[in-house]
């Protein structure tokens, strides 16, 4: 009896600490991980970009494996119940912590794990850091056993056409964008674009690192694709209508904040002046949205002074 209730006790510690995961098909032989569209935080387990896995003939594909080793787990089981195929290749669309600390799960002898030089370069130089970021929002318990590896074969040209598992996958390389060196991988055959951290579905966009103009340019490439499906790196899959919300949005920015810069007001105090109702129920829309009008306003005072 004593040792039932212990093993209660400890399922319920184990099963009952993050949100659980899922596998959602999306078209045939492609799958989205979803990430919670927050922060990361302990109730969320730091799972809060999505993951996505194509299926070809050699295998899977894992895109963005997570944010610990522990969650990489967690979606290996999924995958070996539902799936029942091997990754074989390992991608990393941008050098977040949220999308690449998994990868030590999948990354093994003979499995591909593909990035951008840019992208590799930025785990090499800051993974170490984003880690210990990401253990201080998620606690040391969930981060235990997330070990940093790094991208063993990495694309340094604009385009590229990759064969991994067997699916051909055109590689799209941005030195702007969300984040420098970030990919885009867009699926023809089947008219799938992962678009990483490029596009994101009702959630504020994150200009930490981006230069609004290089991301708007970036937007207008992946727009030409014209593809059937969006897979975005942050909330529910959708079609070529995310890439034209996010760009909205960024009109809007660009706008607004050129306004108001000419008005001679400050940077400071130009998110109160600027809130935008249309996105106010868009995650994150506190605190992104005032920290990208920020982020604009210095863009843009800078443009008046170069001009
Ligand atoms: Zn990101």
Redesign the pocket.
């Known amino acids: 009896m004593r040792a039932a209730v212990l093993g209660l006790i400890a399922l319920g510690a184990s099963a009952f600490a993050c949100p659980p995961l899922s596998l959602q098909a999306i078209v045939p032989g492609v799958w989205l991980v979803p990430g919670a569209q927050e922060a990361p935080a302990r109730g969320n387990c730091g799972r809060v ?1 999505n993951s996505v896995v194509l299926e070809g003939a050699q295998g899977l594909v894992m895109v963005d494996p997570g944010p610990t080793y522990k969650d990489g787990l967690r979606v290996r089981q999924l995958i070996r119940a539902q799936i029942g195929r091997p990754v074989v290749a390992v991608v990393a ?4 912590p ?2 690449v600390l998994a990868a030590s799960v999948f990354v093994k002898p003979g499995v591909v794990f593909f990035a951008s030089d840019i992208t590799a370069a930025r785990m090499r130089r800051y993974c170490p850091r984003c880690r210990r970021n990401l253990r201080a929002a998620i606690g040391e318990d969930e981060i235990r056993g997330t070990r940093i590896v790094l991208p063993r074969q990495t694309i340094q040209s604009a385009r590229a056409t990759v064969e991994l598992a067997g699916v051909t996958l055109t590689v799209l390389r941005f030195e702007g964008g ?2 420098p060196g ?1 990919i885009a991988l867009y699926d023809a055959a089947r008219g799938v674009l992962l678009a ?2 490029l596009v994101n579905n009702r959630q504020i966009p ?1 200009m930490r690192d981006a230069q609004l103009a290089d991301w708007a340019a970036v937007l207008a490439e992946l727009a030409d694709l014209a593809p059937a499906h969006v897979l975005p ?2 909330g529910p899959a959708g079609d070529a209508g995310l890439i034209a919300a996010i760009r909205g949005y960024f009109e809007q920015l660009e706008r607004s904040v050129g306004a108001d810069v000419q008005t001679g007001n400050d940077a400071a105090s130009a998110p109160q002046r600027l809130a935008f109702p249309d996105y106010r129920d868009w995650a994150e829309y506190l605190p992104e949205h005032g920290l990208n009008v920020q982020k604009r306003w210095r863009e843009a005072e800078q443009e008046l002074f170069d001009r």
């Not at 669309?93 to 977040?96: D, F, I, L, N, V």
């Open positions: 970009a669309t941008h050098a977040h949220e999308n969300h984040l970030n990483g951290g994150q790196g942050h």
